[in-house]
């Protein structure tokens, strides 16, 4: 009997707590299958970026070694968003040390952001809302400040 209790009280919040916030943004997005969608678009963008610009980070990189980069940025953004997804990589610092991104690597990865929402028709309001939290990332991805590609 004092086992079923506990069981009871153990799943109980479980079951009455939704699994994605009706005011997350995860939810104000269309949910995790539109954030993969939209996900992959900006990385396609930044894939086919000019060799001497963004495209520079996906020269010569193995299928495999993208697909697996490509998901765990999915799976970072529907868990950074509120979707219901467990973020299994590795920080962002970790992730980016020693590719020397600069501030304007940022400005146009943030460009083909807000294009690749554009593309999707989402609203302003809610562009800036996805830009100032993937800007808390910035810190830990931006080495320099240069205004060029890369850092000297
Ligand atoms: C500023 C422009 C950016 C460039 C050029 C860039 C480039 C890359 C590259 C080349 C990788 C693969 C690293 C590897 O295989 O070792 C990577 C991994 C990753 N990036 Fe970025 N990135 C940028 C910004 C961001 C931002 C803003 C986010 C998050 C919102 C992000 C999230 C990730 C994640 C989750 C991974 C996978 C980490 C892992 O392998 O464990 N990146 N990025």
């Known amino acids: 009997m004092r086992t079923i209790l506990i069981a009871l ?5 479980l079951a009455t707590t939704p699994a994605i ?6 939810k104000k997005l269309g949910g995790g299958d539109a954030i993969s969608t939209v996900v992959k678009s900006f990385l396609s ?6 060799p001497d610009k963004l495209g520079r ?16 940025i999915v799976d970072f953004v529907q868990s950074a968003t ?8 590795r920080n962002m610092t970790d992730a980016h040390k020693g590719m020397k991104l600069s501030k304007k690597d940022w400005e146009r990865t943030v460009g083909f952001l ?10 302003s309001a809610l562009q800036d809302d996805v830009v100032a939290l993937v800007g808390t ?3 830990q991805i ?10 000297p």
């Open 9 to 13: 009280v153990v799943a109980m919040p």
């Open 21 to 26: 916030a009706d005011d997350s943004l995860c």
């Open 45 to 50: 963008k930044m894939r086919k970026d000019d």
């Open 57 to 72: 980070f996906w020269l010569y990189r193995g299928e495999d070694g993208v697909q697996r980069e490509e998901q765990l």
């Open 82 to 89: 509120g979707c219901d997804r467990l973020y299994v990589g």
């Open 114 to 123: 807000r294009a690749t929402l554009d593309d999707y028709k989402v609203p």
């Open 137 to 139: 990332t910035r810190s």
């Open 142 to 151: 931006v080495e320099c400040e240069a205004d060029r590609f890369g850092c």
